[in-house]
């Protein structure tokens, strides 16, 4: 049962170990997204494309899967069975929930607030945006990142409770760095993602309210915004303001906040200059922080981080969660209930991870997990013994935030580390960005804004931790080829 690319990639290997074996795959959107144009980018590093696809793909090129369109009702796991929103029953051996995660909302129920998480709120919102002048976005993860960046025409409020952009993948250089790619105008031209781009077009369009439509949207892709025209009503380019530590405290609809008799701001001209007027305009929605600062806007982006989707599957069954709320899994992606396995967004790893990986709730991490827990799944049903897959020996991941490639690789903001650890930089203003962090003369991890050539490189050092205390700052200095050092 899944919404994440890994579903298929672990579908297919099951199909193939077991060609007599009847392999259901459950999930309530008529399409699956597939992993295509794989490349192995280094020994852990991967880029890949997401594309979705008719879910008959999978029966089409499989005989023995089927894929069942439907929610789930209820697991019972002690009677080894699967209840169906469409009334049916289905016994299993073995079974991976993948389920994915759900967005957190700031607030349930009110029509302004949208939630991005799947292709169809990802719709929603580009049809909001189209009649907007001004929107907020809360938060300061990946979305929110790509969101602010990528949106024109349309005045953005972005509210970040942290003192920094993207604290989740960045530390205060970095986002510095950034920060000054997104307050500049965009040039005419961008660099073209190499992800294929997909919508929705062309899917099956189903007559379901628009409360079932929140829950069974499959789950955005890297690129998800390639896809769509995200341009509002003004013909700027860009225009943002950011507002740091702080959040939301109340959400007024417009009468509500005629009533109340408080004044919204202006949007800030001067990115510097932080004196604003009060706002003669009228808004649909008016949003106070907890700053005291009020702004007024078409419609506010929740882009406040996901959390497992475990709901479906808990009445009745009784699974140790993390701390975060994720279906805890060993080493082979086995959950505390007898064959049953997770992946993905909806568990959360508890064996005791390698010094330089950590779980993040991220597509390649969804990949991974479903590839290897298929891997377990087969060698169980077939009595054999299966390593550890290398993919969790070094934390690797590749992506893209406001035009520049972006790689993460290990310990990579110091998590973990204490004080006991030392960073070295090397910054070149609109072009890159280099960050190591050491700790005993080792590398633990790195950032690699731009294109630096060093992902390689750095990911066998930290992989062999080699001693570097006699290299110095020769490590990071743009005249010596590092790559030669360490051929």
């Known amino acids: 049962m899944s919404r994440e690319a890994g579903k298929v990639g672990r579908d297919q290997i099951l199909a193939i170990h077991f060609p007599s074996e009847d392999i259901l795959l459950i999930t309530a959107s008529p399409v699956i997204k597939a992993v295509t144009n794989f490349k192995q980018v280094s020994r852990v590093l991967e880029e890949f494309d997401v594309e979705e696809q008719p879910n008959t793909m999978l029966e089409n090129r499989f005989p023995n899967i089927k894929v069942i369109e439907s929610g789930v009702k209820q697991l019972k796991s002690e009677e080894h069975c699967i209840l169906t929103e469409d009334g049916n029953q289905h016994v299993y051996k073995k ?46 993860g990946g979305i929110a990142l790509e969101l602010v ?27 510095e760095f950034l920060t000054s790619k997104l307050i500049a105008e965009k040039p005419e031209g961008k660099i073209a993602h190499r992800r294929t781009r997909y919508t929705t077009e062309g899917r099956k369009k189903e007559a379901r309210t628009k409360g079932d439509a929140a829950n069974v949207g499959s789950a955005l892709g890297p690129d998800w915004h390639e896809g769509l025209n ?33 004044k919204s701001l202006t949007f800030p001209r001067d990115h510097n200059n932080q004196s604003v007027s009060t706002d003669k305009e ?7 922080l907890t700053n005291e600062k009020i702004y007024g806007c078409d419609f506010i982006v929740s882009a406040t981080g996901v959390t497992p989707n475990i709901e479906p599957f808990l009445c009745g069954n009784n699974f140790d969660l993390g701390e975060d709320g994720g279906l805890k899994v060993n080493n082979h992606m086995h959950t505390s209930l007898p064959d049953i396995y997770a992946a993905g ?60 490639k972006v790689v993460l690789l290990g310990k990579y903001n110091a998590q973990g580390l204490g004080s006991d650890h030392e960073l070295m930089l090397r910054c070149t203003k609109g072009q890159e960005y280099v960050k190591v962090v050491m700790q005993n003369g080792r590398m633990m991890g790195a950032v690699l804004i731009g294109e630096t050539d060093l992902e390689e490189t750095f990911e066998n050092l ?25 051929d």
Not at 282 to 288: C, G, N, Q, R, S
């Open 462 to 486: 930290i992989l062999n931790q080699m001693n570097l205390s006699a290299y110095g700052e020769d490590l990071l200095d743009p005249d010596i080829d590092i790559e030669d050092y360490f």
């Open 345 to 404: 967004d909806i568990c959360t790893a508890s064996w005791e991870p390698s010094p330089v990986w950590q779980q993040m709730r991220l597509w390649t991490q969804a990949r991974q997990m479903g590839w290897y827990a298929a891997k377990c799944m087969a060698a169980a049903t077939l009595g054999d013994s299966i390593d550890m897959d290398f993919s969790f020996e070094l934390f690797a991941h590749v992506t893209k935030f406001f035009n520049y």
């Open 95 to 140: 079974l991976c929930l993948c389920a994915g995660a759900k967005p957190k909302l700031i607030c349930e129920g009110n029509p302004y607030v949208l939630g991005i998480r799947d292709t169809d709120s990802a719709q929603e919102f580009q049809k909001q945006l189209t009649k907007a002048k001004r929107i907020m976005i809360i938060g300061n």
């Open 282 to 288: 009228i808004w649909p929605v008016y949003v106070e």
């Open 149 to 175: 960046y990528e949106i024109e025409g349309c005045e953005v409020i972005w509210v970040i409770k942290d003192k920094a952009i993207g604290n989740t993948f960045f530390d205060a250089g970095a986002a």
């Open 230 to 262: 995200l341009k509002g009503t003004k013909e700027f380019s860009h225009k943002i303001h950011i507002e740091t530590m702080c959040e939301v405290k109340k959400i007024y609809l417009q009468e509500e906040f005629r009533i109340s008799k408080k």
